[in-house]
């Protein structure tokens, strides 16, 4: 079975710097998708930036980047400039990559991220 | 940009009372998916359906709860008969071959 680990329940930063989320996963597959979702007080789950196993590229999304070690089974968030609205619980999330019906989602337990003016 | 639509965004009900949850995914997508999420706790998978019918569950998704796709658009989620510790957030998310979508989520309180 998989897990995905978060081991930072609450970080913050000030606003302009640069802060960065981890995550670490475990699995025996070899094709998947992993995630960044942000959680907002309101509580919608906003995507924020996606990696696929098998691309050695780290993605990046604007400010948002990630630091993709496979070997490690390391996913890591950066964050740069950090803005006011960035503030939330940001889930880390992991997909078998086989898609079909079993696409569903095993998530992290949180990193709630505060950016201090 | 197409999105998951859910309603309503918050139900209250009386324990031992049947809800249904509903959700519209983005219309071309093929798969579908529940996922509950506990206040201040992790977003946690329910269930997942394709071509009428589930494809996967988790423990969480016991005999109180099943999955309709009534009409070819509507998905929803019913819960048989509520307990206290069934309020929580839950979400609707579909996907077609990619990553998946989420839709705003309904706010279950049971009382």
């Known amino acids: 079975a998989q897990t995905v680990t978060q081991s930072q329940p609450e970080m913050s930063v000030q606003e302009a710097e640069t802060v960065t989320l981890s995550c670490t996963y475990d699995t025996s597959e070899n094709n998947y998708y992993l995630f960044w979702y942000k959680q907002p007080p309101s509580r919608q789950m906003i995507l924020v930036i996606r990696?696929?196993?098998?691309?050695?590229q780290n993605a990046t999304e604007n400010r948002f980047s990630v630091n993709f070690q496979k070997a490690a089974k390391s996913f890591s968030l950066k964050i740069s400039d950090s803005q006011l609205g960035d503030t939330a619980m940001y889930f880390c999330a992991f997909m078998k990559g086989n898609g079909g019906s079993q696409g569903n989602l095993i998530f992290g337990k949180g990193t709630k991220l505060s950016v201090k003016p | 940009e197409p999105e998951v639509t859910q309603t309503p965004s918050h139900q209250v009900t009386q324990m031992g009372q049947e809800v249904i949850l509903r959700c519209v995914p983005i219309s071309n997508h093929l798969y579908f998916y529940w996922y509950r999420q506990i206040l201040g706790q992790k977003v946690e998978f329910l269930v997942s359906f394709y071509n009428n019918e589930i494809s996967e569950k988790s423990e969480i998704f016991d005999d109180q709860f099943s999955v309709e796709r009534p009409d070819g658009s509507n998905f929803t989620l019913k819960i048989r008969s509520t307990k206290l510790e069934d309020s929580a957030m839950y979400f609707c998310a579909s996907r077609s071959t990619g990553r998946p979508d989420f839709g705003n989520g309904t706010r279950l309180t049971v009382t």
């Open positions: 990696q696929e196993a098998y691309k050695q």
